[in-house]
């Protein structure tokens, strides 16, 4: 696959056969053409995204952070623009992820490994230190020989000045990382002055070195031994999905240009010079491959250099492969082949049942989170009932239970909400530090984006029958009289004839 050497067999007598093979380093060669066009704005526009998005303002009110993206970990929430997440809203992050997933599995279905090869980090991050890379040391072949030739002060003052710069990258990297988590504007002067917080250097340390690591040196090993997606990635694929395939009923046999009785493919290898990972396309659907498309590109441009049709590589679908290639068998090389082939073609079928499947279930996942966003509640109230006494024989022979009632707004308004408790007749209610309003109920008031904590008391007259649990709802009223919070809790008492 021009990859990995792999290992020779020994002799018979010669010991045993070693296991290993040494990496090869591989050198991707730069490309032109639409697909590479294509990649450059998509890592345009991711890095831009990543890098920028801190920086975007967003105006809450007073009080509130007004960074557009924020994960603030010290007060629990998680600001989207004017979205805010509580911690008690976790599944609505859930719900992104199984969005995200089924998304990735529906386009993968679609147009084979587009994630890998367009959008993933990896790649992007790759890319931008290939692109550092061949602007510092040159080209493929200009950095083959470098790496072959002993060291020179030419050779070390590249080699450095490569370096530093992928450092700078990864150092704006980590940076960016952690600007997510706290105020930008604050950590861009807090991290080089030595005054953020410890938790900020380790995560700034921790993503600038594996940035460095796996983008300026694993590259394809990580794509081939750590990440996990291309050994399931095929389940995802059928015989209508769009992948980057090698046109063999057009291309073979192999030769020289102007050699008789060849195909397209003049054996030039430029699709294997192209591919990041060091892949042959010619050696049919590989792990190893992430549909990134450039070997397509690499290969239109020999192709229009000889003045024969460009798509020798191209994104095809394994159905239309093999029906151009039953149609083609047993015919020599030349344009009635090509014309045979490409009339075997047929138009790509989207709407399969694989996608349809995919389609659905990404609906219904989606119209759930929303209806769950769109009814999602203001305000909450919980009520929380003392274990410890579970009740408190008062001095005249009554009984008191103790309540904490937690309540959080997730509004800037400061509601002012009367309480009022449902429970059999004689029970009365005490809120501390509470007002009564004109009805003589206790008037609790809502803390704007936060949470309030009120100490209520129910208590029984003596002499009043009461069994050892008696159901009680605390309710908040508007000042329109509306239902607004409801919870419900118990009213515990010594069971009769004890003491």
Known sequence: MGRVALPRAKPEGSGNVSLYAAHQKVYPKAVRGPVRRFKWAMLAACLALYYLLPWLRWDRGPGLPNQAVLV????????LFSIEIWPQEIYFLT???????????AVTSLFGRVWCGFACPQTVWTDLFLLVERWIEGDRNTRIKRDAAPISRDKALRKALKHAAWIVIAAATGGAFVFYFQDARQGVVAIPTGSASLETYVFFALFTGTTYLLAGWAREQVCTYMCPWPRFQAAMLDEQSLVVTYRGWRGE????ARAAGIGDCVDC???????????DI?????????GCGLCIDACDEVMHKLQRPPGLVAFETLANLAASDAATMGMPPGPVRQLCGMKARAPVRFARPRSVMYAG?????????LGAFLMRETATLSVLRDRAPLYVRLSDGGIR???TLKLANRRLAEPALALELVAPPGFQLLVQEAPLDEAGHPRLRLAPDGTTEWRALVSLPPGRPVAA???????????????????????????RGSP
């Not at 719900?95 to 599995?105: D, K, R, W, Y």
């Not at 649990?469 to 010594?494: C, K, M, W």
């Open 361 to 369: 279930v990404l609906g219904l996942v989606a119209a759930v989170m």
């Open 253 to 256: 046999p192999r030769g020289k």
């Open 401 to 403: 239970n103790g309540y």
């Open 469 to 495: 649990s008696t159901p009680l709802r605390f309710r908040l009223r508007d000042a329109a009289g509306r239902v607004q919070l409801d919870e419900s809790s118990v009213f515990l008492a010594p069971e």
């Open 282 to 290: 010619r050696d049919g659907q590989q792990m190893e491959c992430i």
């Open 72 to 79: 603030d970990v010290a007060n629990a929430r998680i600001f």
């Open 95 to 105: 719900g992104a992820l199984v969005l995200a997933a089924i998304g990735l599995f």
């Open 269 to 279: 290898r430029a699709c294997l010079h192209a591919c990041p990972t060091g892949i």
